[in-house]
C-alpha cells in the first residue's frame, strides 16, 4: 500500500484519507449487503404469502355458489372504498385553498426584513474547523447566506 507513495513532502505523517475511506466502504458495503440479503428475503417471504393467497382464492371459487354471492357482496364493497378515494376530485384549487385558510392550516406570512434577523457572529467557529471539527452555523451565517443565495439571485436579470 505505501511502496508506491511518496511521503517526502509527509511531515506531519497524517493519515490518507482515501485510504481510510477505501476501507470503511468495504466494511459499510458488506454491513448494507447483508441487512438487504435480509430484506430480499423477507419481501421474497411477503411475495410467496401473496402468491399462495391469490391461488387458493382461485381455487375457492370454482367450489360453491353461496361462497360466490358472498365474495360479490364483499367485492362491490372494495369497488365502493376505491371510488371514494379522491373526495376533492369535483371541487377547484381555490375552493381547497379557501377551505386550507379557514382551517387555519395556511396563513399569511408576517412581512420580515432581513436586518431584523438578529445573530452573533460564531467566534469559536474558527477554533473548531482547526480541530477539524465542523461547527454549526451561527445566525449571522444563516442570516449571511439567505443574503447570498435567496436575496441576490432575485435581482439578477439572468436566473441560473
Known amino acids: 500500500v505505501w511502496r508506491g507513495r511518496d511521503e517526502s513532502q509527509n511531515f506531519s505523517q497524517r493519515f490518507d484519507a482515501q485510504l481510510v475511506r477505501e476501507e470503511k466502504r468495504a466494511e459499510v458495503e458488506e454491513e448494507v449487503r447483508v441487512q438487504v440479503d435480509e430484506l430480499m428475503r423477507q419481501e ?44 376533492t376530485a369535483d371541487r377547484t384549487i381555490e375552493s381547497l385553498y379557501e377551505e386550507l385558510v379557514i382551517e387555519g ?25 482547526q480541530a477539524e471539527i465542523e461547527p454549526m452555523p451561527s445566525l449571522s451565517d444563516v442570516r449571511q447566506l439567505i443574503a447570498l443565495y435567496g436575496i441576490l439571485p432575485l435581482g439578477e436579470h439572468t436566473v441560473f
Not at 105 to 129: A, D, W
Open 105 to 129: 392550516f395556511l396563513i399569511k406570512p408576517m412581512n420580515v426584513k432581513l436586518s431584523e434577523y438578529i445573530g452573533e457572529y460564531s467566534y469559536l467557529g474558527t477554533t473548531l474547523r
Open 44 to 87: 421474497l417471504k411477503n411475495l410467496k404469502i401473496a402468491v399462495d393467497r391469490v391461488k387458493e382464492k382461485k381455487k375457492k371459487k370454482g367450489k360453491k355458489s353461496s361462497k360466490k354471492k358472498k365474495k360479490k357482496g364483499k367485492k362491490s364493497s372494495k369497488k365502493k372504498k376505491r371510488r371514494e378515494k379522491d373526495q
